[in-house]
């Protein structure tokens, strides 16, 4: 008979709490403001209709992910210190994003904050501790909130943070379970873990 262990939420609240800490002391010294490229900027993105947001969402992400090539973190990043936005944006403009989900999410998160959108960084992680995933969340121009999982879009109905929680939990349930812990990040400089 195989034991299931179900850590309780403040478990994971605690690591998210050290995975901050751990991240913005690793990456100290690391880049922390990137330009956009020009095929980057979309200064009307933010203020654009709702189906022109989401016609144009697709572009941008793309000019990301040709650059993007999974990679595990290792050692010394303690296996997942998260680097900034800018920094990741950064070696997409050098031609490579070599990093793991993270790193990835975070230039997209660099990319469309700065772009006038606004933008968090979310843990999903199943309830016995062995695995986890990072994803952009993000607010279109109609006030919902949608999420971006690698080239994936889910706009989700919720126009608050607390509402998205939920929706959250049900759209990675496959994955990590029927209740996964949800933890939201927020980017100015250092990151901050947001209690939601």
């Not at 997942?80 to 031609?95: L, S, T």
Request: hydrophobic share 35%; with cysteine; aromatic share 16%.
């Amino acid at each position: 008979m195989k034991l299931k262990i179900k850590l309780p939420d403040f478990v994971f609240q605690m690591g998210n709490l050290w995975w901050v800490f751990w991240s913005n002391i690793r990456w100290c010294k690391a880049t922390k403001n990137f330009p956009l490229r020009e095929e980057d900027t979309d200064k009307e993105l933010a203020t654009s209709s709702e189906d022109i947001f989401y016609e144009k969402l697709p572009n941008l992400i793309n000019n990301i992910y040709k650059t993007f090539t999974w990679t595990e973190d290792g050692p010394d990043q303690l296996w997942d210190a998260v680097r900034p936005p800018a920094q990741c944006y950064e070696d997409v403009v050098n031609g490579a994003l070599n990093d793991d989900c993270d790193g990835y999410h975070s230039a997209i998160y660099w990319l469309l904050k700065n772009n006038g959108v606004e933008s968090y960084l979310i843990s999903v992680a199943n309830r016995n501790g062995k695995s986890a995933h990072c994803v952009y969340l993000g607010k279109d121009t109609d006030g919902h909130f949608f999420v971006i999982n690698y080239r994936a879009i889910d706009k989700l109905n919720a126009t608050t943070l607390k509402e998205t929680k939920a929706e959250i939990k049900k759209l990675f349930e496959n994955s990590y379970g029927a209740d996964p812990s949800v933890s939201y990040f927020d980017y100015n400089n250092k990151f901050k873990k947001l209690f939601i």
